[in-house]
C-alpha cells in the first residue's frame, strides 16, 4: 500500500509536466517557432494561475512565503511574454529578435533567481500585496523598458552565439539559486516537508536549466531545447507547491475539523449577530434537551441563558450582538448557575457568524472560591502570632468566600475540654449564647464531637431529628436553613484545641473536591495551631535566653567594627549590629534573613556559591582551632550600588558565628590608583623629552628612550650597571654624585648638577642630572632625570663673562659717580662708600641674597649724588648753616634722583636715593613718606647712612663714636628707623665685632 500510495503522488505531480514536455517535442518536430511558443506558454499559463491561486486565498491560508514567490513568478512571466513576443520569428515587437528576445529571457531569470533567494525572508515576515505588486512590478516594467530602448548589453550575435555577458548572467543567476537551497534548509522546520523538498525540486530544475541556457550557439541547439524543457517542469512544481499548500492541505485540514465539530464536550454553537443559532452540535442537542436540527433558528438566550434575564440586559447577548473581537463573559445561567459563554468571529471578521461556546463553571468558580479561602487562610498562618488571631482570619476568609450563610469557631477553653463558640457569622448573640449552653450540656452537645477529637473532618447533611443532638443546636441551625455542614478539627498535637463549622444551606454543598480541599485547610490550621504553639513555648525561652545575652548584645550593638551573628546549625543571620548597617546602607528589614543578604551583598552568583560551599568546613575549622578563620577578600555591595572590599573573620561561640568585617575599600583604592599612576608616570615618562632613568640600590633598572638616546647606548646595555660606569665618570664626578645620592636618601632636596660624560661615539658632553628619592616597581629607587646641557654651560659661561663685565663697568662707572661727590665735598669724603659697605652688612645679616646685597652697596656708592646740585660754598663751609641753605642741601635727593631716573639699574636705584632721607614717622623728606611707604632698600640705607654719619671723623668736628650712633638709632627706632634694620646693625657690632670701614 505505501508503495501505490508513492506512486499515485509521483503520477499526479510528473504526468502533466510530461505530457505538456511531450506537446511541446511534437510541435518541435513541425517547427521550433512552435515549439518555443509553446513551451514560453505552458510557464507563462501555470506562472500566471499560480499567482491567481495564491493571491486569492492568501487571506484564508496566510502563507506568506508562497504568495511572495507567486507574485513574483507571475511578474517573471509577465517579462517571459515580452520575451515570447520579441522571438526571433515571430515579428509582432520591432526591432525584436534573438539579441532582444535573449535579453528579456536573462532580464527574467534575474528577477526569478532574486525572488527565490530572498523568498525565505518571508516565511517570518510578510508585506502587504500591493507594496508586493508596485516593487516587483516596477522592475519587471524597468527590464523591459531598458530592454525595449536598447539600453541593456547584448546577449546574442548571430553567427557567434551567446556574449559573455550572457554566459556570466546566467552563472550569476546559478550562484544565486545556489545560495537560495541552503536558506530555504535552515527554514524547513516552517514548512511542511512536502513544500520544503517540492521547492528543493524547483530550484534544482532551475539551476540544471540555467546551465543548459549557458551552452547552447544558436536557437536550435539542444542544450536550448533541454533548458525550455526543465523550465516547463520546474514552473510546474511550483505550482504544485502554492496549489497544495494552498488550497489541497487547508481544505483537508478543515474538512477533518468539521467531522470533530460533534466530539467538542462542551455546547458549541454557530450564531448570527442577532443570537439566533445556525448550527449546533451534540452537546448543544443534549443540554437544550432537543434534537440538534431543532436548535437552528431559535434564540440562543432563550435555551442557554437565564430567561429572567431580559435578552437586551444580558451581557453574553449584547457580547455576541457587538461582534469583532473574540471575547469572554459569564452570566448566571438557569437554577443558580455560573456560565461561561465565549465567541469568536467565524473566519476573520468576513461573516457576520460567531463560534459560542458555553460552559457551566459553577463547580469551578465555588471550587475557585474555596482556594482563595484557603489561600487567605494560608497567608493568615504566615502572619499573625497568636491562635486567636488565626482563629479570626480565618472565619473572615470563610465570610468573604460567600457562599455559606452560617459559620462558627468554637476553642476549647483554657485549663478545661469544654468547647466553646468564640466566632460566629450568620447568627445574633442569642443564637450564639443558647448554643453555647447546649455545649455545656453533655445530653445536647455536638454529635460529632468525637470524631473531631479524633482529628477528623465531618462533612455531609445535618442530622435528622432521629439522631443524638438533633433538639439542641442541630435544629437551631436547621432554622435557619442549613441543611450541610463541614466540622474542622483544630488539633494542638493530639488534642483538640477548636472547630471551625461551615453551614450551607441548599443539598450537595459539598463535592470530591469540595471535602479535599476542606480537610486541606484542618490540617493547615491544625499545623498552624501547633506552630504558634511551639513558637510561643520558643519565645518564652528565648525571653530567658536574651537576659543573659543582654550584655552581648550592648557590646555587640555598641562595637565600631561591622559585625554578624549568625546559627551554626541553620547558616541563618542572627543579628546585624548598627556599624554594619550604617557600614553598607541597608536598614534591618533590608537584611533580615542569610538569604537577603546573599540576594543584596553577595551580589556574583559565584561568589555565592564559593561561600556557600565553604561555610561548614570554616565552621569546623574555627571549632576546632579555637581562633578565627579569615575569608579572602570579598567584594560586597551596599544599598547605594557602591562597593566594598572587605576581609571577615569567623570565630564560633557555642551555636553562633560571629563574623567581624574589615574594610580594605580604601586601602585597595589607594593601592589600584598608585598603580595607575605609576602606569601614567611609565607612559610619560616613556614619551618624555627629558632623559629619565631608575637607580635601585645604584644600579640602572630602567631608562627611558631619551636618556638611550644621550647616552648613545640601547636599554640593553644600560640597564643592570651603575650610571658612574655608565658615563665613564672620573673621580671628582663620582664623588658628586654619590654625595648627592646620600643627601637624597637622608631627606634632602634634590638638586641640579652636572657631570662631563664621554658618548658611545667617544664624543664628550656635559650631562646635567637631578634626582629625587621614588618608587620603581614597588622598589625605593633614584628617580633622576638627564639633560645634555653642554650647550647650555657653554652660553652661561659666556653670559656670565658679559654679566662681570658689565658689572665691572658700572661699579667703575659707580665709583667714578662717588669720587666726583667726594670732589665737590671734600668734607665728607669716602662717606658713600662707607654708607654702600654698611647697608651691604646690615643686608647680609638680615638675611638678603648676596645680590641683593651688593646692590645696596652700589647703591650706596651713590646715594649723595645730588650734592653735585649744592654749591661748593654751603658743602664746604664748616658752621652750622642757615634754613636757606640747609633747604638747599635737602634738595640733593631730589637732583639725585633725577640724575639717576633714566638709568637702567636692576635694582630701583633712582628711587632708593630719593628715599634715604624719608623717616617711618613721615618727618623725612623730601615727599614725608611713612613706614609701609618706603623701600625696604631706602630703610636699610638710612639707617646706614646716620650711622656712619655719627661714627665717623668730619675736619670740622670729631667723630662722635659708634656707642653715640647706636644711641641714636636706637632711640628713633620703629618711630624713625626701621627696627629690623638697627637689630642687625647692633646684632653686627656687638656679637660679630663689625667696625666702621675705613
Not at 9 to 31: E, K
Not at 954 to 971: K, N, V
Request: a negative charge.
Amino acid at each position: 500500500m505505501p508503495g501505490i500510495i508513492v506512486f499515485r503522488a509521483l503520477f499526479r505531480d510528473l504526468a502533466p509536466p510530461v505530457l505538456l514536455s511531450i506537446l511541446a517535442l511534437a510541435a518541435l518536430s513541425v517547427s521550433f517557432l512552435l515549439f518555443h511558443t509553446l513551451a514560453e506558454l505552458f510557464s507563462i499559463v501555470i506562472a500566471v494561475t499560480a499567482m491567481v491561486v495564491a493571491t486569492t486565498s492568501r487571506d484564508f491560508t496566510r502563507n506568506h512565503f508562497l504568495v511572495y514567490l507567486a507574485v513574483a513568478s507571475g511578474w517573471c512571466a509577465a517579462i517571459d511574454f515580452a520575451h515570447l513576443v520579441a522571438y526571433k520569428g515571430m515579428g509582432l515587437l520591432p526591432g525584436g529578435g534573438a539579441n532582444m528576445s535573449t535579453q528579456l529571457w536573462v532580464a527574467a531569470r534575474m528577477l526569478q533567481a532574486l525572488a527565490l533567494v530572498t523568498s525565505p525572508w518571508f516565511i517570518r515576515h510578510q508585506i502587504g500585496l500591493a507594496r508586493l505588486h508596485t516593487v516587483l512590478g516596477l522592475l519587471a516594467v524597468g527590464a523591459v523598458f531598458v530592454v525595449l530602448s536598447g539600453r541593456a548589453p547584448d546577449t546574442f550575435i548571430e553567427g557567434q552565439g551567446l556574449t559573455p555577458f550572457k554566459v556570466n548572467a546566467e552563472y550569476v543567476i546559478i550562484g544565486l539559486l545556489v545560495l537560495t537551497l541552503p536558506l530555504l534548509w535552515l527554514n524547513c522546520r516552517m514548512l511542511s516537508l512536502r513544500l520544503c523538498a517540492t521547492m528543493t525540486a524547483v530550484v534544482v530544475l532551475m539551476i540544471v536549466s540555467e546551465l543548459a541556457f549557458s551552452q547552447y550557439a544558436n536557437a536550435f541547439d539542444w542544450a536550448n531545447v533541454s533548458g525550455h524543457i526543465l523550465k516547463i517542469f520546474a514552473y510546474w512544481f511550483v505550482y504544485v507547491a502554492l496549489v497544495q499548500t494552498t488550497l489541497r492541505e487547508p481544505f483537508r485540514a478543515l474538512s477533518g475539523a468539521a467531522s470533530t465539530y460533534d466530539a467538542v464536550p462542551e455546547p458549541t454553537l454557530l450564531v448570527r449577530a442577532d443570537g439566533n443559532i445556525l448550527q449546533a452540535n451534540r452537546a448543544a442537542a443534549a443540554a437544550a434537551g432537543r434534537p440538534a436540527a431543532d436548535l437552528v433558528g431559535s434564540s440562543t438566550h432563550v435555551l442557554f441563558h437565564d430567561a429572567s434575564v431580559p435578552g437586551e440586559s444580558c451581557a453574553a447577548c449584547l457580547a455576541i450582538a457587538n461582534g469583532g473581537d473574540p471575547h469572554l463573559t459569564e452570566i448566571a445561567g438557569p437554577r443558580g448557575t455560573t456560565l461561561e459563554c465565549s465567541a469568536t468571529p467565524f473566519l476573520a471578521g468576513r461573516s457576520q457568524a460567531l463560534v459560542a461556546v458555553i460552559r457551566d463553571v459553577t463547580d469551578r468558580k465555588r471550587l475557585a472560591s474555596l482556594y482563595d479561602t484557603l489561600s487567605a487562610i494560608n497567608r493568615a498562618i504566615v502572619q499573625v502570632r497568636d491562635t486567636g488571631q488565626l482563629l479570626e482570619a480565618a472565619l473572615a476568609a470563610l465570610v468573604a468566600h460567600g457562599a455559606f450563610p452560617v459559620v462558627l469557631v468554637g476553642r476549647r477553653q483554657r485549663g478545661s475540654e469544654t468547647l466553646r463558640i468564640e466566632l460566629a457569622h450568620g447568627l445574633d448573640a442569642g443564637d450564639i449564647e443558647q448554643i453555647n449552653s447546649f455545649m455545656r450540656d453533655p445530653a445536647r452537645r455536638i454529635d460529632a464531637l468525637g470524631e473531631l477529637a479524633m482529628g477528623r473532618v465531618v462533612l455531609g447533611p445535618m442530622p435528622g431529628e432521629a439522631m443524638p443532638g438533633s433538639l439542641g443546636w442541630t435544629r437551631l441551625l436547621a432554622a435557619v436553613g442549613v441543611t450541610d455542614r463541614a466540622l474542622l478539627p483544630i488539633m494542638e498535637h493530639d488534642r483538640l484545641e477548636a472547630f471551625i463549622g461551615v453551614f450551607a444551606s441548599g443539598h450537595h454543598q459539598f463535592n470530591t473536591e469540595q471535602m479535599n480541599l476542606l480537610t486541606t485547610m484542618a490540617a493547615d490550621l491544625s499545623y498552624a495551631v501547633t506552630s504558634l504553639s511551639a513558637e510561643s513555648r520558643r519565645h518564652a525561652a528565648e525571653q530567658r535566653a536574651n537576659l543573659s545575652e543582654h550584655r552581648f548584645r550592648k557590646v555587640f550593638e555598641a562595637s565600631p567594627m561591622p559585625m554578624q551573628l549568625l546559627s551554626v546549625s541553620t547558616g541563618e543571620l542572627v543579628a546585624l549590629n548598627r556599624a554594619l548597617f550604617a557600614w553598607l546602607g541597608y536598614s534591618e528589614d533590608e537584611l533580615a534573613s542569610t538569604a537577603d543578604w546573599f540576594e543584596k551583598v553577595y551580589r556574583a552568583p559565584a561568589l555565592r556559591d564559593t561561600l556557600a560551599s565553604r561555610w561548614a568546613s570554616d565552621v569546623e575549622a574555627a571549632r576546632e582551632t579555637g581562633s578565627a578563620v579569615t575569608s579572602p577578600e570579598i567584594e560586597l555591595s551596599c544599598k547605594d550600588g557602591s562597593r566594598r572590599i572587605a576581609q571577615g573573620s569567623m570565630t564560633v561561640v557555642d551555636d553562633d558565628v560571629v563574623v567581624t568585617w574589615v574594610d580594605l575599600t580604601e586601602i585597595r583604592r589607594t593601592e589600584q590608583n598608585i598603580r595607575e599612576n605609576e602606569q601614567r608616570l611609565r607612559a610619560l615618562v616613556e614619551q618624555s623629552m627629558v632623559g629619565i632613568y631608575a637607580s635601585i640600590s645604584g644600579i640602572i633598572g630602567y631608562a627611558n628612550p631619551r636618556f638611550c638616546e644621550i647616552i648613545g647606548k640601547p636599554a640593553s646595555e644600560l640597564v643592570g650597571r651603575d650610571i658612574l660606569d655608565v658615563i665613564d665618570a672620573d673621580a671628582a664626578a663620582r664623588e658628586l654624585v654619590r654625595g648627592q645620592r646620600v643627601s637624597i636618601a637622608m631627606g634632602g632636596p634634590g638638586r641640579q648638577f652636572s657631570v662631563p660624560v664621554r658618548r658611545a661615539d667617544g664624543t664628550t658632553m656635559e650631562l646635567g642630572l637631578q634626582g629625587s628619592l621614588s618608587t620603581w616597581d614597588g622598589k625605593p629607587a633614584f628617580i633622576v632625570m638627564a639633560q645634555d646641557i653642554t650647550e647650555r654651560k657653554l652660553a652661561e659661561g659666556k653670559i656670565a663673562a658679559y654679566v662681570r663685565q658689565l658689572e665691572g663697568s658700572m661699579r667703575g662707572t659707580l665709583k667714578t659717580i662717588s669720587n666726583m661727590v667726594d670732589l665737590r665735598d671734600p668734607y665728607t669724603a669716602g662717606h658713600e662708600r662707607r654708607v654702600g659697605l654698611v647697608a651691604q652688612a646690615i643686608g647680609r645679616e638680615l638675611g638678603w641674597p648676596a645680590d641683593r646685597c651688593d646692590s645696596l652697596e652700589m647703591i650706596g656708592l651713590v646715594h649723595d649724588v645730588g650734592k653735585i646740585a649744592v654749591p661748593t660754598e654751603i658743602l664746604s663751609r664748616p658752621g652750622r648753616l642757615s634754613p636757606i641753605e640747609m633747604e638747599i642741601v635737602r634738595g640733593h635727593v631730589e637732583a639725585g634722583y633725577d640724575i639717576l631716573k633714566d638709568a637702567e639699574f636692576v635694582a630701583p636705584v633712582a628711587e632708593v636715593v630719593r628715599q634715604h632721607h624719608e623717616r617711618l614717622d613721615g618727618s623725612g623728606y623730601p615727599r614725608g613718606l611713612r613706614g609701609g611707604e618706603m623701600l625696604p632698600e631706602a630703610r636699610v640705607l638710612a639707617v646706614a647712612d646716620v650711622f656712619e654719619s655719627m661714627a665717623s671723623h668730619r675736619p670740622y668736628r670729631p667723630s662722635l663714636g659708634t656707642a653715640a650712633a647706636l644711641a641714636e638709632l636706637e632711640e628713633g627706632r620703629g618711630r624713625l628707623y626701621d627696627p629690623d634694620a638697627v637689630d642687625a646693625l647692633r646684632r653686627l657690632i656687638d656679637e660679630k665685632g663689625y667696625t666702621l670701614p675705613t
